[in-house]
C-alpha cells in the first residue's frame, strides 16, 4: 500500500506533471486542498482545477489519475507536453 502524500509533496508532483506549460497551484491550507491552473506560452488557461481535495491527493494512484485525464485531455486539444510518470514507480 502506498504512503500518503501531503499537501506540498502533491503540489510538487502536478506543477512537473504539466511541463512546457505553465503550471500554477494555490494552496487552501483551511481545508488542506489546492486549486490548479495550466497556462499556455502567451498566457491562456488552457486547464483548470479549482479544488483537489486531501481525498484526491493523499492517494497516489487518485492523484495520477487525475493528472493523467488532465494530461489527456491538453494532449487531445493539441498542446505538447514532456512525457511524465508518477513519482514513487506508479
Known amino acids: 500500500m502506498s504512503q500518503p502524500l501531503s499537501l506540498d509533496v502533491a503540489i510538487g508532483i502536478v506543477e ?4 512546457p506549460q505553465r503550471c500554477e497551484t494555490r494552496q ?7 486549486s490548479v491552473h495550466v497556462f499556455d506560452d502567451r498566457g491562456a488557461e488552457l486547464l483548470s482545477h479549482t479544488h483537489v481535495a486531501r481525498s484526491q491527493y493523499s492517494d497516489p494512484i487518485r492523484l495520477a489519475a487525475l493528472i493523467e485525464l488532465s ?4 494532449s487531445k486539444d493539441g498542446y505538447p507536453l ?3 510518470s508518477m513519482p514513487g514507480g506508479r
Open 16 to 19: 512537473h506533471a504539466f511541463l
Open 28 to 34: 487552501d491550507r483551511e481545508d488542506a486542498s489546492f
Open 71 to 74: 494530461r489527456l485531455e491538453l
Open 82 to 84: 514532456t512525457p511524465w
